[in-house]
């Protein structure tokens, strides 16, 4: 059973771009969470999916930032117009229940 | 107050000692709790749930003090390999709400 899977593992972007992160959730869990880590601090709770649902996005930015998890194929995290502060490491994470969370690598988004 | 409080370390240990981390939370109505361990660069990964009767996996302690509002690491024998940052984790609202702590830095020392 492959584990979570993220790509890019690393993306630079311009400031403007936009930015688009992917997780393929472990075979049979339904539940996605997406978290922000800054350099040298904690991970930070942006937003939690179930397919085709959106149940707490209390952790997102309310610009530029959305999400989504289709019903068929990976966990989407979008990035409009990139700035310098979007620099960070993106982690999900999936679990088959609301409960223990298993991550991703991550991805490495550097805003230049 | 922060939800999850650590204290960040780092704690400098030589190899073999016992070290202990303790974590705390703000939430009362706090579910489950979980201990992850995070090397540089990495993802978290999960060591340990935390159980009200606590719960011991080979060298790894957890326990839980609900009437305190801490939960507590307790790792025997250090190893090198145990050198990471070991984050607390809480779970406030049936799986839609964790909340991870800022973490605690450990280094082993030879």
């Known amino acids: 059973n492959a584990g979570v899977m993220q790509n890019p593992r690393h993306l630079v972007r311009r400031r403007g771009q936009e930015a688009r992160l992917r997780c393929s959730p472990m075979?049979?869990?339904?539940?996605v969470y997406w978290y922000r880590q800054l350099p040298e601090e904690g991970l930070k709770f942006m937003v939690y999916?179930?397919?085709?649902?959106?149940?707490?996005e209390s952790g997102m930015p309310k610009e530029r930032f959305s999400a989504e998890f289709p019903k068929e194929g990976p966990s989407i995290l979008r990035i409009q117009q990139v700035v310098r502060g979007d620099s960070a490491a993106y982690f999900c994470?999936?679990?088959?229940?609301?409960?223990?969370?298993?991550f991703g690598p991550g991805t490495r988004l550097t805003v230049l | 107050r922060k939800e999850v409080e650590q204290d960040p370390g780092p704690f400098n240990v030589p190899e073999g000692a016992t070290v202990a981390f303790n974590c705390t939370y703000s939430?009362?109505?706090?579910?489950?709790f979980f201990w992850y361990r995070q090397d540089c660069r990495k993802e978290p990964k999960l060591l340990m749930s935390?159980?009200?009767s606590g719960n011991e996996d080979g060298r790894f302690t957890a326990q839980l003090n609900r009437a305190s509002q801490y939960i507590s690491l307790l790792i025997r024998d250090s190893k090198l390999s145990d050198s990471a940052t070991y984050l607390c984790?809480?779970?406030?609202?049936?799986?839609?709400?964790?909340?991870f702590g800022p973490g605690t830095r450990l280094s082993v020392l030879p």
């Open positions: 935390v159980y009200s």
């Open positions: 939430n009362s109505a706090s579910q489950s």
């Open positions: 075979k049979g869990h339904s539940h």
């Open positions: 984790v809480v779970n406030n609202n049936y799986g839609q709400n964790f909340v």
């Open positions: 999916l179930q397919k085709e649902n959106i149940i707490d």
């Open positions: 994470a999936s679990s088959p229940q609301p409960d223990t969370q298993y």
